[in-house]
């Protein structure tokens, strides 16, 4: 089983759609989750940071993790044309063996047409 | 907004040339991190780097590369010898604690041939 799941879609919405991307993992020792969205071959932009279990709002930004069930959700809603990009999920279980190292999923390639 | 650099942006090398990739870690922040993407695959860490020691390591980072903070502010990534498979994309990426958010530069190009 890989460390991080993700679909790597491509997903396809109409603008004004609302969003949900998801990743599953394996290893209970992850405590910090976080959203990257990456344009075509630039760095990775940090959307979203949530620590444990639980929900977090930015704007049209929702994300939400579940850790009894190894399972994050970023949600967006009001979808625009320029969140076109590839959606990371990352995870880290620093503070225990791992100092920092983040685990990425595959990347979901998102598209909203207007 | 403080931000993480990287130079160059592209480098195209030939196969057992050495080569060294820049990062300015945004300046505050203590540990610093190198991944690699290769075109279409995962992001995967290569190293982490705190208090002027390597603190981990993938098995990617083999005795080829090397990292170095020279100075302040330029965290620094080696290839000693490249090989046609170290082409990718290399991110520098720094936080202010660990674990914590990473913030990503634009990343280098880097084509061997």
């Known amino acids: 089983q890989k460390e991080v799941e993700q679909d790597p879609g491509p997903l396809s919405v109409p603008e004004g759609a609302i969003v949900s991307l998801n990743c599953t993992y394996s290893n209970s020792a992850f405590q910090y989750f976080m959203w990257y969205r990456q344009y075509s071959r630039k760095g990775p932009e940090l959307l979203m940071y949530?620590?444990?279990?639980g929900n977090k709002e930015d704007g049209r930004f929702t994300a939400q993790v579940d850790k009894s069930s190894k399972y994050i959700s970023l949600f967006i809603r009001d979808s625009q044309p320029s969140d076109s990009a590839t959606y990371l999920c990352?995870?880290?279980?620093?503070?225990?063996?791992?100092?920092?190292?983040?685990?990425f999923g595959q990347g979901t390639i998102l598209t909203v047409h207007p | 907004e403080p931000e993480v650099t990287q130079t160059p942006s592209h480098q195209v090398t030939q196969m057992g040339q050495e080569v060294i990739l820049r990062c300015v870690p945004i300046?505050?922040?203590?540990?610093f991190y190198w991944y690699r993407q290769i075109l279409g695959q995962k992001v995967e860490f290569l190293v982490s780097f705190y208090n002027n020691e390597i603190s981990e390591k993938s098995e990617i980072f083999d005795d080829q590369f090397s990292v170095e903070r020279p100075d302040g502010s330029n965290f620094t990534l080696k290839i000693r010898s490249t090989k046609l498979e170290d082409s990718a994309m290399y991110f520098c990426?720094?936080?202010?604690?660990?674990?914590?958010?990473?913030?990503f530069g634009p990343g280098t190009r880097l084509l061997v041939l």
């Open positions: 990352a995870m880290s279980d620093a503070g225990g063996t791992s100092y920092g190292k983040l685990t």
């Open positions: 300046s505050n922040h203590l540990y």
């Open positions: 949530t620590y444990s279990s």
């Open positions: 990426a720094s936080s202010e604690v660990t674990g914590e958010t990473q913030y």
